[in-house]
Every structure is written in structure tokens, then in C-alpha cells.
């Protein structure tokens, strides 16, 4: 008897660490022209579920708060800010606010969202649970180029520190990063100037660096995001990309005017801040650089084509990473495994994904554009 018991007590006790463990699910959120699609990491990024957004399209931005279980897209089509429910895929609630919604960032503790809006001068301050506007920072807008206008303006992309501390903003054709405290919400101070406007860019984790695109060059800077104690440092290091010989001679002749008017509109770090990674818009390469945040200027490494057959002509904008870093997802329809160098999966990304992982149904970690 005393055996039984004590083998009953063992399979409860393993029953209750398997279920303590659970089951992980890791989702990839794409969005479509309309739709948003549902992919499955752990099985060859296949389709999921599409998840209708009526009215929408046209998507500028992507974030979640795994803390509240939302999901949100910006939506140039209406202008509208929408929040989805990640447990049932339907929309909680969509919002016009200023005047075209961009690139959004929701702090680490889920509870706020910091989105600027193009055709104002400001980064809006949101609750994330109801989009009730808690601030705002008046950055400016910039001045269109004379030769090779890019169009809008104002503010543009948005990127948040791991602390949820800081939060970094840029706005098109000026040549700055600039840096707000979140808990008061204003500026504290600038990286820069870059050469030109600044386009994507990313910040390390330990805040030292901003690696960035600048309008006109195929490649980045890399700017100091401290000067001394000061907050906001200078440009330190340009990268110029080379397109391989091969590739200039399988696409002799690219159409003039760039997507978003600039050779690379796509950055960023890796999980493990060992690589950048930046997109060639024009001849459908996507390069990876190596550095080390100690050792500058960036080391070239390889470059990983986008396309299946020479003749396509595939123009990326932006690039994403899986949360663990495994997997790098290009603007352009590849899934590349980070380890090789090599493409893994074919599936129709797009500029605006994310990864969120889920516990037994329930949202526990999310990445970022």
C-alpha cells in the first residue's frame, strides 16, 4: 500500500510539472493587403488561420501587449488605430486619431503604446488597453529633398529600450534619432546628425549604438546613442553595401524611381546583438553584417538573395526576427534560418510582422517589427 501511495504521489507530482510546463505555441502575425495570416513557427511556417479585418489595409505599423492580450495594426486605408483580441481574433475596438497612424511600439509591460503620426509633428502617448491619449512629444517634421523627393514627411518609425525607459523616434528627411524619457515624455536628447534623413533603424540593447538607414545609401550609419553623460551622440561609422557583380549583371537595368525612394529601407539587430541584417530594395538581396559592439566600423559576412529565379525582382523594406532568433523574415516572401544563412521557408511576408508565443492558449511573450 505504502508503495502504491508513493507511486501515486510520483505521477502526480510528474503530472503536475507537464502540466506546469504546458504547451508553447509559436505564432508568426502577418499582415496581408486586408487580412492578417496566422503562421506556425514549430511547423514549417505553415498557414494557421487568416484573421478578416474588415475595412482594413493599407498597414503601417504592428505591435502587442501579450499583457493584455491585443494585438494592433495602424491602417493607412481608413487612417484607423485597430486592436484585435489574440484569444478570439475578433476587434475590440478601431480608432481614428491624428492624421495617418505609423509605425507604433508598445512598452515591455504591455500597458502603453507610443505611435507617431505622419502628418502631425508629434509621437502620440496611448493607453494600450483603450487608446486614451496619456501625452504627447512634439518632434517637428522635416523639409522635402529638391532632388529625389520622398513624398510625406513626419513622423515615421519607433523604437522602445528593453527597460521600457526610453523610446527612440525618427522623422523622414531629418537626420537624427531622437530620444524621449518615457516617464516624463519629453526629449532628452539626439543622435546624429547622420549624413541624410534617416529612414529604419535599430537600437542595441545596451543602448550604446543606433545602426541606421539613411536616405540615398545602400547600406547604414552607425551613430554613438551617448555622449559622455549626455544623452545623444554622433555619427560614427558609414557602411556602404556593395551589390555582388553577378547580381548587377542578372538585373542590368532596375526601374528608377527606388520602393520608398531609397536604396535600403530595412535594419536591424539580431536577438543575440551579434549581426545586422539590412535589405537591398533595389536588387533583391538581403545583407547581413556582423559586428561587434566593441570592435567597429561592421564587418561584411554574406548576402543572402531573396529571390528563386534570377528574373524576379523582389524589393524589400524591412526585416524582422524571430524572438529567439533563429529565423530572419525579409520584406519578400522567405523565411531565413539565421545559424546557415540559408532559406528555409517560402511564405508571403510582408513588412509588418510579429511573432507572439502562447502558454496554453494565452499570450506570453511577443516580439517586434
Known sequence: MRLSALALAASLALSSVAAAAGKLERRLYVTDRSTISVYDLDNGHALVRKIEVPGGGGYKGIAASVQLGKLYV??????????????????????KLGKYADSMWVTPDGQTMYIPYRDDDSWWVLR????????????????NYDVNPIGSIGPHNTWINPAGTRVYLEVLTLPYVYIADTKTNKLIGKVGPFSKGVRPFAVSDDEKY????VDGLLGFEVGAV??????????????????????????????????????????????????????DGVYGYVYVYVYDVTSLPPKYVTGVPIYMDPQEHP???????SIDGKYAYPDGGIVIDTATKTIVARIPTSEKLIEIDFMDGRPVKAGHR
Not at 495602424?74 to 480608432?95: G, N
Not at 487608446?131 to 522635416?142: F, L, N, Q, S
Open 74 to 95: 495602424s491602417s493607412y486605408k481608413q487612417d484607423e488605430l485597430i486592436c484585435i483580441d489574440l484569444a478570439t481574433d475578433k476587434i475590440d475596438w478601431r480608432k
Open 128 to 143: 494600450a488597453k483603450d487608446a486614451e491619449v496619456i501625452a504627447k512629444i512634439p518632434v517637428g517634421r522635416g523639409r
Open 210 to 213: 543606433v545602426y541606421a538607414n
Open 226 to 279: 551617448r555622449d559622455g553623460e549626455k544623452w545623444g551622440g554622433a555619427m560614427l561609422h558609414r557602411v556602404e553595401a556593395k551589390t555582388p557583380p553577378s547580381r548587377l549583371a542578372e538585373y542590368p537595368n532596375p526601374p528608377a524611381r527606388k520602393p520608398h525612394s531609397t536604396p535600403s529601407h530595412g535594419i536591424n539587430l539580431s536577438p543575440n546583438q551579434k549581426e545586422v541584417w539590412m535589405v
Open 315 to 321: 524589393t524589400p523594406g524591412w526585416i524582422s526576427f
